[in-house]
């Protein structure tokens, strides 16, 4: 049986107010310095919310909203606590806003105020998170990532502009955004799964940014101290894994034909990476002390993700000249070129032209591929240069192997594209 409308949004509004009012309850505190508002309040102040706005329309619940608002003021003014806040006020007047917006939309309002009882109830954690938890620079990469998403990806014109029609600031400004906010992610990891196995822990973590720079500073750590070489090499390997995955995100926001269509080479290519850098992981188990770095302080690198989406643009301009005069052998040489300095730049910029219409999944399968193994190639060099002999036997072969994987993967990538 079907609740009527009505019913339904005044039933919503009462479970909202209880919900709210139920979680203020228990901090209301006892005696002269209570709070002046508790379940019933909240439960009132939801249901004023609904009934004004169905029975009086807008006007009449903004009268009601005016009513909440000078009523949790005069409460706040009376408030004798010692830290007094407004925490209460504000959820009083959103109770009543909710109410109010049960009789639209019952199960959007119910859901806010969910969300709402939650940040309530989890005050304590959330204080400790802000004050000891986030380290200054972790805040401000916390503003920066929200900025980038929030403010400026909106702003981007959402259509393709410049030489050969190749370039669309709204796509590119979204790989950004990917690589900060997977860059978060990583730092997230490292933080949480603390020092044990920190050096493959990071190593993961720091491949969303730059597996090529990530394998030659953990070259440069496991040449400085030989103890941490296993553990090193694992987060070399390791990185790869994130530079897969990596791929595999931007390939599929910007065209997901061609994640299709490369998606057996990738997990080819994934499996083997972490397969040989969990095996490496392994062989710490019984190591008797740590190997651990200390967590990055940066969550990410804006510098390092602006100078990415020049490299994107530039790619993928050089990619839409290179087909336009040569063809699909450019677009082959402009990847596997753009690969030896990164190869996402490489893959986003073939699979915008599929977007584009201007390739097939079939047709962009090889040169992305093209772009991965000149990237390999210069991770192998890093690796030899940075760490030594020893580092070098340990991943170069793991490089190996993956490019080996992805390549007899490609037949099968091109025939389910």
């Not at 939650?118 to 304590?124: F, G």
């Not at 196995?197 to 597996?211: D, E, R, V, Y």
């Amino acid at each position: 049986m079907k609740l009527d409308p009505l019913v339904m949004s005044l039933a919503v509004a009462l479970g909202i107010g209880l919900l709210i009012g139920a979680e203020r309850e228990r901090h209301k505190g006892e005696g002269a310095s209570r709070s002046p508002a508790g379940v019933r309040t909240f439960a009132l102040a939801a249901l004023a919310g609904v009934v004004s706005l169905i029975v009086a329309g807008i006007v009449g619940f903004c009268v009601v909203l005016a009513g909440v608002a000078v009523l949790a003021a005069v409460g706040y003014r009376n408030d004798r606590g010692e830290d007094p806040g407004l925490t209460t006020e504000i959820s009083l007047l959103v109770t009543a806003l909710l109410g109010g917006f049960s009789a639209k939309e019952p199960a959007f309002a119910a859901g806010i105020a969910v969300i709402v009882a939650i940040l309530l109830a989890t005050r304590t954690s959330l204080h400790r998170l802000v004050r000891a938890g986030f380290t200054d620079t972790e805040a401000r990469d916390a503003l920066i990532l929200a900025s980038a998403t929030l403010v400026v990806l909106p702003l981007m014109p959402d259509k393709t502009i410049g030489p050969f029609n190749s370039l669309n600031l709204h796509a590119i400004w979204l790989v950004v955004v990917l690589v900060l906010a997977i860059g978060a992610a990583g730092h997230v990891a490292v933080r949480l799964m603390g020092d044990r196995f920190g050096l493959p822990i990071a190593g993961l973590a720091s491949g969303f940014i730059s597996s090529i720079v990530t394998i030659n500073a953990l070259g440069a750590r496991a040449r400085k101290s030989p103890s941490t070489l296993t553990a090193a090499a694992a987060g070399a390997i390791l990185s790869t894994v994130a530079t897969i995955v990596e791929m595999a995100v931007v390939i599929g926001a910007t065209s997901m034909p061609t994640l299709s269509t490369l998606a057996p080479s990738l997990l080819a290519g994934g499996l083997i990476a972490l397969g040989y850098g969990a095996t490496l992981t392994l062989a710490l188990v019984n190591t008797k002390h740590e190997l651990a770095m200390p967590a990055p302080t940066q969550a990410f690198s804006l510098i390092g993700a602006l100078g990415f989406a020049i490299t994107v643009a530039v790619v993928r301009l050089a990619a839409a000249a290179l087909k336009t005069w040569f063809g699909d052998p450019g677009v082959f040489a402009a990847a596997a070129l753009a690969g030896f300095a990164d190869t996402h730049s490489a893959a986003i910029s073939v699979a915008a032209l599929v977007a584009d219409g201007q390739l097939s999944p079939g047709e962009a399968a090889a040169p992305i591929l093209a772009g991965f193994l000149t990237n390999s190639l210069s991770k192998a060099a890093f690796a030899a240069t940075s760490g030594g002999r020893a580092y070098t036997l340990r991943v170069v072969p793991g490089l190996i192997l993956v490019a080996i994987a992805a390549l007899i993967a490609l037949p099968l990538s091109k025939s389910y594209g």
